[in-house]
């Protein structure tokens, strides 16, 4: 039998706001509204019941928790306030911490942070009639860079747990 | 764009911040206290204003921002955000109002007004309306409107003259947040809604989010792609359309930005 | 000079698991009138109590500090022990070394040792001032007023009136019955509700011992337990009850179509009518918000009145308002159902095929809107795909946390009802959470709905929607198979819960019954004491005390009487005298006390002192709880609470600190 792993399920529960996530009592109203279910087999209850078992070491290394359309479906209709959602949040930081699988799109993001202060550099658009066009020419207020201590502030609160 | 063109017509002065960071939304699954931190140092520089209210035009920077309020309020680690701020000689404001496009126009402004400030009444328009996941929900948050039947952009629209429907797919969500890690699925449910709202024969999409506009406006013909549908939906935020009852130009709303065909829905009001 | 006993209780290990009582027993044989101090396993058992009157009788102990557990559970039995052995009962002091000390101190035993020897200094000095009382013995009424005519009402009704009391039924309604004459059948025997019902409405009719009183409500209530004086409104039917003989003939007439309670709106009823086709009594009533004479206050239409043979309608009938004396009351105000449309997502109120667990009971019944036949209420044809969804508004931390109770049996009952009735193949399911089926018989049910091809869906759905053309469809995750099944039924029934009902907040103003936090009244004791409310001589019996089933609300209906039979059946009650004592002398006249007394306790009552009118005050002893408010507030001391006067309390400060006082004076 797979080993569950407490000390695991406890440092979840310690990310949570609150200890409801043991209040589950495995409804699956959750999974039966989850919007990403039918295309890539989230069910929430099951998160919820593994980690509640303490079966959570397996969960930052899988895909699953990565499929989340964070729609909050669940946290809205939860009968108990277990908020899933939440969980799933708790394991993908889980997930970073231990180095496990973690789509690129998210480090890079941050990287882009670290720099500039924006998930994404400014874009220029193409409009439908083939123009290309950026902020000045839309004649759009100049985007303000952070100060200059943003950038150890932020690496400072990435290194917390 | 639109936004900045039609709120100064309502009385609404709009004041940027000092600096421009992301709301911490997409840090959330990589480390929720970096998350945090970003959305509170949000707070913090609109404090450095002076004004107590804060416009959200997109919802999942509403949520995030009105969520870490709440987490403020009781988290045993926001003393240490509070300090990281102080270091960078920012301070945190707990009393600023988190408003979003919908609510503010809405409840701020308010229906009548709208109704007055109306120049082309957009009669005979009939349109679906998207107001997405994270201004509904989760509701213990006071969000801006009622999670299982929200009205506001229905009525703000109403205000304009046009007419909303009622459909069954109105709370299903746009699939941004896989739009990078899993861009098929992503388009599968945005193809799906857009393939909803098109068998309505409506005259448009009206969404009050960025990011929802990404998925219906921007990538409507991958959306349709994926599910296998032409599809051929008018897709406009909020403001636009307000911008044109208003009677303002279309260049400064923005619609030839739009990738879906806005001119459609252009042609309907102009006639 | 006092001989104080003091007994030390271990009650088995609850305190000597932390209070080291030997020592205990040791310090208090050192305090000073102590002449026996003892511990012992269990002082509330007989040879506990034995050793207390031993000593009462041989060694002259006149007064006893008995430190055990709270006084709420053992001080009626110790003081029996003691008055059995000519002591006054009053000059016995309980000290609580459970609740106080070993439950509130469990980890600190050396700590808990010196606090439990404390309380036993405070205890003994108070025992030192304990004065001799006497019970006084009232009178009571052998009469009951019963609240609500629901099948609690009417069961506690007849219990005490074939017991040989007055029974006073006060229902709102126009009719007894309540909820279970809706019901179709019953579960898990499936009788016909009404068949078994109807006889007992009408030996409630006619039993010579019982005064029904429907259309009415109580407005008031005074007085004390055994002496109750209670106004009861009965509102105008504007029907001569007397001549009235229920033939409906007016109802055939009047105009104005009115919404049909009774088949919860289902159906369409008039602005007279009767209440239901089991109706008792079987009187016709007006509803003056609907009829247009009543509402208009105009001579108009009338064509009932011209209808009636038996010349029995009254339009200028008023209300009119009783009073009775009751020795006791018993509440069976019953709940209501959970409004489903407040889960908005799961579509009631607005697609029509979607119905509650009472509207199905109306459509099952032979005597509802569809004549017992089950059918879609969109196209009226018999469903193909019926669905059942159980804990729509319970446990639920969004609605009510608690458990409906009754919610799995009635969905059984009706998929059996719903597969029995309709002929031809139907889907049913059953969308549960956990089936609760605990009853006798209940589990057995369950196995006859599962040998009925009644399939059951381990999981709920989030949401129902409707296509533009009308059907149903959700989805739905079932744990056994790990499928997403997606279904799309033609009747769903959504299995609400019992919920408080709305007029509970003034019925516990009322009739002094306090309310738990689920909205419910509350009993006495969770476990022990669950007919009587927290007010002498106020009982409960049904779902007004928390949902339940018809066995159980019968059996909680008969002990209520039962309770009630205990108390007024000798004709008078002993009344405590811990209460409020006036020193006339003392007192000034200055009414501050009645205006502290919640419980309406005190009298000024008129004395002509010295050739001038003054006003004194009085203590209606039945009426007071013993509460102290008045002893606190009466600025010149007039007032005494008999056992709590300020000497007995200041003492047992003084003995708290004296020690700590003793030691140097610091």
Redesign the interface.
């Known amino acids: 039998m797979a080993k569950p792993n407490f000390e695991s399920r406890d440092k979840i529960l310690s990310?949570l706001?609150g200890k409801e996530l043991v209040n589950c009592?495995?409804?699956?109203?959750?999974?039966?509204?989850?919007?990403?279910?039918?295309?890539?087999e989230l069910?929430p209850?099951e998160i919820i019941k593994l980690v509640n078992l303490g079966f959570v070491d397996e969960l930052p290394s899988s895909d699953i928790i990565?499929?989340?359309?964070?729609?909050?479906?669940c946290?809205?209709?939860c009968?108990?306030?277990a908020?899933p959602y939440h969980v799933i949040?708790?394991l993908?930081?889980l997930a970073?911490e231990k180095e496990a699988k973690?789509?690129e799109?998210?480090?890079k993001?941050?990287s882009s942070?670290l720099e500039t202060?924006?998930?994404e550099p400014p874009q220029k658009?193409v409009?439908?009639?083939m123009?290309t066009?950026d902020r000045e020419c839309?004649k759009?207020?100049k985007?303000?860079?952070?100060?200059e201590?943003?950038q150890a502030?932020?690496m400072?609160?990435?290194e917390?747990? | 764009m639109s936004v900045r063109e039609t709120f100064p017509r309502l009385d609404i002065e709009l004041v940027d911040l000092s600096e421009v960071i992301c709301c911490g939304d997409p840090v959330k699954s990589v480390n929720e206290f970096a998350a945090n931190f970003l959305a509170v140092r949000v707070l913090a520089l609109v404090n450095l204003t002076g004004q107590d209210n804060l416009l959200v035009p997109c919802n999942r920077c509403h949520f995030t921002i009105s969520e870490v309020q709440e987490t403020m309020k009781n988290s045993k680690s926001a003393h240490k955000i509070i300090e990281l701020l102080k270091q960078e000689g920012l301070d945190y404001n707990s009393n600023i109002k988190v408003w979003h496009t919908i609510d503010i126009l809405h409840d701020l402004v308010g229906l009548e007004k709208l109704r007055q400030a109306v120049k082309k009444p957009l009669k005979d328009l009939k349109v679906a309306t998207h107001v997405g996941c994270q201004i509904i929900r989760y509701s213990d948050l006071q969000r801006v409107d009622d999670a299982e039947n929200p009205r506001k952009l229905d009525e703000l629209i109403n205000a304009l003259g046009a007419e909303t429907v009622d459909y069954a797919e109105k709370l299903d969500c746009c699939g941004a947040a896989l739009t990078r890690s899993h861009p098929d699925s992503a388009l599968s449910l945005a193809g799906s809604k857009l393939k909803a709202v098109q068998s309505l024969r409506v005259d448009g999409m009206v969404v009050s989010c960025p990011d929802c506009q990404l998925m219906f406006d921007a990538r409507q013909k991958e959306a349709g792609t994926t599910v296998g549908t032409k599809l051929n939906v008018p897709v406009v935020y909020y403001t636009q359309l307000l911008g044109l009852a208003l009677g303002i130009d279309e260049k400064k709303l923005g619609l030839d930005l739009n990738q879906s065909p806005v001119d459609q829905l252009q042609a309907k009001i102009c006639v | 000079m006092t001989r104080i006993g003091v007994y030390v209780c271990h009650c088995g290990l609850n305190i000597a698991g932390v209070v080291d009582v030997e020592k205990v027993t040791e310090y208090a044989k050192t305090l000073p009138d102590v002449v026996v101090a003892k511990h012992y396993t269990y002082m509330c058992s007989e040879p506990g109590q034995r050793m207390i009157q031993d000593n009462i009788k041989n060694e002259r102990v006149d007064r006893v500090v008995i430190a055990t557990c709270s006084p709420r559970m053992h001080e009626e039995t110790f003081r029996r022990t003691v008055a059995e052995a000519g002591l006054n009962p009053y000059l016995t002091e309980i000290v609580n070394l459970r609740e106080h000390v070993s439950w509130a101190h469990t980890h600190e035993p050396e700590k808990a040792t010196e606090k439990a020897k404390i309380l036993v200094r405070m205890g003994v000095a108070r025992s030192r001032l304990l004065e001799p009382l006497e019970k006084r013995k009232v009178s009571v009424e052998k009469s009951v007023l019963v609240v609500g005519g629901g099948i609690a009402g009417i069961q506690t009704s007849l219990d005490l009136a074939n017991a040989g009391f007055r029974v006073y039924l006060v229902e709102k309604a126009p009719s007894i019955g309540g909820r279970m004459a809706q019901l179709d059948k019953t579960f898990p025997t499936l009788d016909c509700s009404a068949c078994i019902l109807t006889p007992k409405m009408v030996d409630v009719a006619k039993h010579r011992n019982i005064t029904l009183l429907t259309n009415a409500e109580v407005t008031d209530v005074k007085g004390f337990v055994g002496n109750y004086e209670v106004s009861i409104l009965k509102k105008p039917r504007y029907v001569d009850v007397n001549k009235c003989v229920g033939c409906e003939l007016c109802t055939k007439v009047c105009p104005v179509k009115v919404p049909d309670r009774f088949n919860e709106n289902m159906s369409e009823n008039r602005a007279i009518y009767i209440w239901s086709a089991h109706s008792v009594p079987k009187t016709a009533i007006i509803n003056p918000s609907y009829c247009l004479r009543l509402k208009l206050n105009k001579d108009v239409c009338g064509k009932c009145q011209t209808a009636c043979e038996a010349n029995a309608i009254d339009f200028k009938q008023q209300p009119e308002t009783l009073q009775v004396r009751v020795g006791g009351i018993v509440l069976a105000v019953g709940s209501e159902v959970f409004d489903a449309s407040r889960v908005a997502e799961l579509g009631y109120g607005r697609f029509k095929n979607i119905i509650s667990s009472i509207e199905f009971e109306r459509i099952s019944d032979a005597a509802g809107p569809t004549g017992g036949n089950i059918l879609s209420p969109k196209d009226k044809k018999p469903p193909k795909t019926i669905v059942f969804i159980q804990c729509v508004g319970s446990r639920d931390k969004r609605f009510h946390e608690y458990c409906c109770r009754v919610g799995c049996m009635v969905s059984l009952k009706q998929a059996i009802l719903a597969r029995e009735k309709i002929h031809g193949p139907v889907k049913i399911y059953v969308c549960y959470i956990d089936l609760r089926a605990f009853g006798k018989g209940y589990d057995e049910f369950y196995r006859r709905a599962r040998d009925m091809d009644i399939d059951f869906i381990a999981g709920v759905p989030s949401e129902i929607h409707s296509t533009p053309d009308g059907s149903l469809y959700f989805d739905v995750y079932d744990k056994g198979t790990n499928k997403l099944l997606e279904i799309r039924p033609d009747l769903v029934v959504l299995g609400t819960g019992l919920v408080p009902n709305s007029d509970l907040g003034k019925i516990s103003t009322l009739f002094h019954a306090s309310r738990s936090s689920d909205g419910f009244l509350l009993e006495a004791h969770a476990k022990l004491r669950p007919l009587e409310s927290s007010t002498g001589g106020v009982f409960l019996a049904g779902s007004c005390q928390g949902p339940k089933d018809i066995p159980d609300t019968v059996a909680q209906a008969s002990g209520a009487a039962a309770k009630a039979i205990d108390l007024l059946s000798s004709g008078e009650i002993e009344l405590e005298p811990l209460k409020a004592v006036v020193d006339k002398d003392s007192c000034s006249g200055c009414r501050i006390c009645e205006t502290v007394c919640p419980f309406m306790a005190i009298e000024m009552k008129p004395e002509i002192v010295e050739g001038q009118e003054r006003f004194r005050a009085e203590v209606i002893e039945a009426m007071c709880q013993g509460c102290g408010l008045c002893g606190s507030a009466c600025p010149t001391g007039a007032i005494k609470i008999q056992q709590y006067s300020d000497k007995q309390v200041v003492t047992q400060v003084q003995a708290a600190l004296s020690e700590a006082c003793a030691e140097g004076g610091k």
């Open positions: 990310k706001k009592f495995q409804c699956l109203k959750c999974t039966s509204g989850c919007t990403a279910l039918k295309l890539l069910k209850h990565w499929t989340c359309v964070t729609c909050l479906k946290v809205q209709r009968p108990q306030k908020s949040i708790a993908r930081n970073v973690v789509p799109t998210y480090m993001i941050v942070i202060g924006l998930a658009i409009t439908k009639k123009k066009v839309l759009l207020p985007i303000k860079p952070p100060r201590s943003f502030s932020f400072k609160a990435m917390e747990k």
